[in-house]
């Protein structure tokens, strides 16, 4: 088995290959490319970089800005809370415990990545 690929899948599909360019990724998510390297800026995502400096976004990247947006919109979170909220979530997965819920909606959507 290939690491970083999702064993649920059998394997057929690498989350971490860097597929989209910032302008790509921004269309999925439907925001400003600013705002993805405003994200970078922060330190909340860390796009992979070309030979040429260009960023390339993964599934994974995505799937994790997904949260970030759905925390920051849906959720009414700034970006420090985020922060916090994202290493309170890998710690839960890492020592077995359940969310709150408020937090198990977003908790299941980044449950799949870390």
């Known amino acids: 088995m290939v690491p970083n690929r999702d064993p649920r899948i059998g394997g057929a599909f690498d989350l971490d290959k860097p597929l989209y360019t910032i302008s790509v990724a921004s269309e999925i998510l439907e925001t400003?490319?600013?705002?993805?390297?405003?994200?970078?800026?922060?330190?909340?995502?860390?796009?992979y970089r070309?030979?040429?400096?260009?960023?390339?976004?993964?599934?994974?990247?995505?799937?994790?800005?997904?949260?970030?947006?759905?925390?920051?919109?849906?959720k009414g979170v700034n970006l420090a809370g985020v922060k916090y909220i994202l290493m309170l979530l890998e710690s839960l997965k890492r020592g077995g415990v359940k969310p709150p819920?408020?937090?198990?909606?977003?908790?299941?959507?980044y449950e799949e990545i870390i």
């Open 32 to 47: 400003h490319p600013r705002t993805l390297m405003m994200y970078e800026d922060l330190g909340l995502i860390e796009p």
């Open 50 to 74: 070309t030979a040429t400096n260009r960023r390339r976004y993964s599934q994974r990247n995505v799937r994790k800005l997904q949260v970030i947006q759905q925390l920051t919109r849906e």
């Open 101 to 109: 819920d408020d937090l198990k909606q977003v908790y299941e959507l």
